[in-house]
């Protein structure tokens, strides 16, 4: 088959590779009709990903075909349309039946596309270990994209607006508006948030966050702004979303009393200079992890279903599989205006 391969910095591929096969009889073949690209991706493209690996496939963002199952799978079959969910575990231990598959209590959690361990799905097809519990049918009244968004993006999105404890009447921050950072914005007016501060450098980006009734800011002027709008009160809720150590430091900064400052943003292992003084004098929650997709989608699919979230409306660009590349070069440039980018093999 045809699949995105990694083999460096700015160095990824559309080569053949393999088929999937089944390995374990819980498994499960998905053919991939489409598939996105995460910022996670971007770390690993800039030479700051989870391995040493070369030559794997990307990707974890996908939503395709049940071509095969494992001997022992019972509730999906061949034709089915399924989403992935990017972060999967065991599927047998109670944490992955109750959808928390990153928490997995026979640690086998993981995520497509990191290493050659679980090959990734940016890909004609990919194997989807204990398919029952990491792969779920698309439901009624969900689009394609729609589903695809669910896989990763907008589940994280709304569990690190869950982790900031949005609620209503409350006043947010949003540092970094990618896609996952600008579907935070819905996320939050969904959670009842009364004013929400939008933070990023790139202009266009600023702009959707304003068409979507958010004040935005430049990170440079984003301290002193917020500080005047809340007349030196500063936010209640942040949420991070862009992983490096100066805005996981800016998000700290627009914290006021009794805050809470939620991560998503991918850092891997860097230390961090956490103000000690100022978290405990003004009383802060900080959160920090990695989404368990399946846990999100009783919330997600009624609201996605209702029209009330529109994640479909983030994409940017349809792309073939094949024009890999430039899509991730795009992405990464931030140019063209680029947002979230989907490929179909
Ligand atoms: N925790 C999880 O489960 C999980 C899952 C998926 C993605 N992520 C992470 O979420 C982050 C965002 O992903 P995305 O898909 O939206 O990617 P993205 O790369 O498009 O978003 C990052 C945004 O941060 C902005 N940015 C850069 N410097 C900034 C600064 N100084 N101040 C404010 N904004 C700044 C960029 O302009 C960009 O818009 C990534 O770090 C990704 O790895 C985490
Ligand atoms: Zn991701
Ligand atoms: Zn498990």
Redesign the pocket.
Known sequence: MKALRYFGPRDIRYESMDDPAIQDDRDVIVKVDRCAI???D??IYHGEGFSEDLGFCVGHESVGEVVEVGRAVRRLKEGDKVMLS??VGCGACASCLAGNVIHCENNAAGCYGLSSRLQGSQAEAVRVPAGEVNARIIPEGISLDQALMMT??LA?SW??CHNADIASGRTVAI????????MGIENAWVMGAARVFA????PE?RAIAESLGAEALH?DEAVAAIQEATRGRMVECVLE????E??ID?ALRLAGRRATVSV????QDRRFEFPMARAFAAGLTFRI???SVPETWPELIPLVQSGRLKPERFISHHLPLSDGAMAYDL?DR?EDGA??MVLTP
């Open positions: 995460c910022g996670s971007l770390h990017a972060a990763d993006a994280t569990f690190g540092v970094g508006l990618g896609p996952i950072g600008l933070i990023d450098p790139v980006r990170p979303a862009v992983g490096h100066r805005t800016l998503i943003g991918v850092n992890g990695t989404c992405f931030r947002l979230k």
